[in-house]
């Protein structure tokens, strides 16, 4: 797969001071913090060397994550494993792998990836299925469709190396099209908060499964 080529070249370099933990990073940590129980199943969709799954396990029962390339769960696991965290799992796999079980999650996190999910309807009915009722879905995604004059000229370039192969395909979220999105797959928000990165805005979003 082309996209999992692309992720694997950028494992290497992605735990650089700044980028696997940022500080959005850190806040939406903090954030997610109140809404783990010690008897919690959580599955970091996207969870490229797995830097905040790591962060969160030691507050719940079981932690896994999963991503489409082996070099990022390559190195999530040695990490894993140097920090001698033991309930944590980490596997190259897509949204839809068969060993996710339906209504199994308690919570799951999607950090920088409803943006690039190719069917991001399927995608978030997927991760629907997959939460217990009143699970907990926390994402933040960048905003590339929010028309503001600096997000229009950086858009341009975006959208050619996307469109020409290289870079993955992309959705073009504004705010509301991306909380539209979530809400139409019987979800309820519960936050929603714009995270600046600026020129790039970051849309943090919690919600509920119906």
């Not at 797969?1 to 696997?20: F, I």
């Not at 994550?65 to 990022?72: L, T």
């Not at 999910?117 to 469709?145: H, Q, W």
């Amino acid at each position: 797969m082309k996209s999992e080529s692309m992720w694997n070249k950028l494992a290497k370099n992605w735990d650089t001071p700044g980028v696997a933990l940022g500080e959005n990073d850190i806040r939406i940590i903090d954030k997610a913090k109140k809404y783990l129980k010690v008897n919690s199943l959580i599955l970091d969709y996207g969870c490229a060397t797995g830097s905040i799954a790591i962060e969160l396990a030691d507050m719940v029962k079981e932690a896994r994550g999963i991503d489409i390339s082996s070099k990022m769960i390559e190195i999530a696991q040695k990490k894993a494993v140097e920090r001698k965290i033991t309930n944590i799992d980490f596997k190259k796999a897509t949204i839809f792998d068969e060993s996710l079980e339906k209504e199994s999650f308690d919570l799951i996190l999607a950090l920088s990836v409803l943006h690039l999910a190719e069917d991001s309807k399927r995608v978030m009915g997927r991760i629907n299925r997959l939460l217990k009722p009143g699970g907990i879905f926390i994402s933040a995604t960048p905003c590339l469709g929010e028309k503001t004059f600096v997000s229009i000229l950086l858009n341009i370039p975006i959208f050619l190396l996307s469109h020409i192969g290289l870079l993955p395909h992309i959705i073009f979220y504004s705010t509301s099209k991306l909380a539209e999105s979530i809400t139409n797959e019987n979800f309820q928000i519960i936050e929603n908060e714009s995270l600046s990165v600026h020129p790039i805005t970051e849309c943090f979003i919690v919600a509920s499964k119906k």
